[in-house]
């Protein structure tokens, strides 16, 4: 599987935009970018997840760029609860021979601030 | 849906002993998963079903660790003996294979202290 680069921790203004970068350059091409984050003392949440195109969701938005290797998960409006641990995997496709499994790196902290 | 489900929320122990942790995934779910997250190691997948069988335990950490899964609505950790190394918040999840996409759904872990 592809090896993620994501910075150890961020901060972002509650209001404003997060946006959490990604490097996954040896990311191929039947591999998917998926995000969960995690909250202090509870089980990760899948947040979303992206082949080629731009995604976006209820929780956030995913940019991948043209070559695929690197995206930014966007939270637009972040808020005090969105404070937790950001992961960002790459994987295949069920189906793919692979089994579903996901490998978590140390992922970004992001800290909002009043 | 209740969502995972994982049983007990908490266990403390003393070395040595035997301990057993319980997880019922989402109904209709056909991958299990079992992680542990500690502060050094972070989170590691340690053992994953599909269809109730093994298909890969090569994160489990030694022969003192055993899963198991008898039916689709349950599963097992089991740790025996337990040391003071395994505390740590392990983690019970469960997927769907029926789209080509990986969403997991967790468990609110099990936090074990061996004492």
């Known amino acids: 599987d592809a090896k993620t680069t994501q910075p150890p921790s961020m901060d972002c203004a509650e209001g404003r935009a997060a946006n959490l970068p990604c490097n996954h350059s040896?990311?191929?091409?039947?591999?998917?970018v998926y995000w969960y984050r995690q909250i202090h003392s509870q089980g990760p949440q899948y947040i979303i997840h992206?082949?080629?195109n731009n995604e976006t969701n209820e929780m956030a938005s995913l940019i991948i760029t043209e070559d695929r290797k690197s995206s930014t998960l966007i939270l637009p409006h972040a808020t005090l609860r969105d404070t937790a641990v950001y992961y960002c995997?790459?994987?295949?496709?069920?189906?793919?021979?692979?089994?579903?499994?996901?490998?978590f790196g140390q992922g970004t902290t992001l800290q909002v601030k009043p | 849906d209740a969502g995972v489900i994982q049983s007990p929320r908490h266990e403390v122990t003393e070395m040595g002993q035997e301990v057993t942790l319980r997880c019922k995934p989402i109904?209709?779910?056909?991958?299990l998963f079992w992680y542990r997250q500690t502060m050094m190691r972070g989170l590691e997948l340690l053992i994953y079903?599909?269809?109730?069988?093994?298909?890969?335990d090569s994160g489990m950490p030694e022969d003192r660790f055993s899963a198991k899964m008898p039916n689709a609505s349950f599963s097992t950790l089991k740790i025996q003996p337990s040391e003071p190394r395994d505390s740590a918040v392990y983690f019970c999840?469960?997927?769907?294979?029926?789209?080509?996409?990986?969403?997991?759904?967790f468990g609110p872990g099990t936090r074990l202290t061996v004492l």
């Open positions: 999840a469960s997927s769907l294979s029926d789209r080509a996409y990986n969403e997991q759904f």
């Open positions: 040896t990311i191929s091409g039947n591999e998917y």
């Open positions: 992206g082949l080629k």
């Open positions: 995997i790459v994987r295949v496709a069920y189906g793919s021979g692979n089994t579903g499994k996901l490998i």
């Open positions: 109904s209709g779910h056909d991958y």
């Open positions: 079903f599909n269809n109730n069988v093994p298909i890969d």
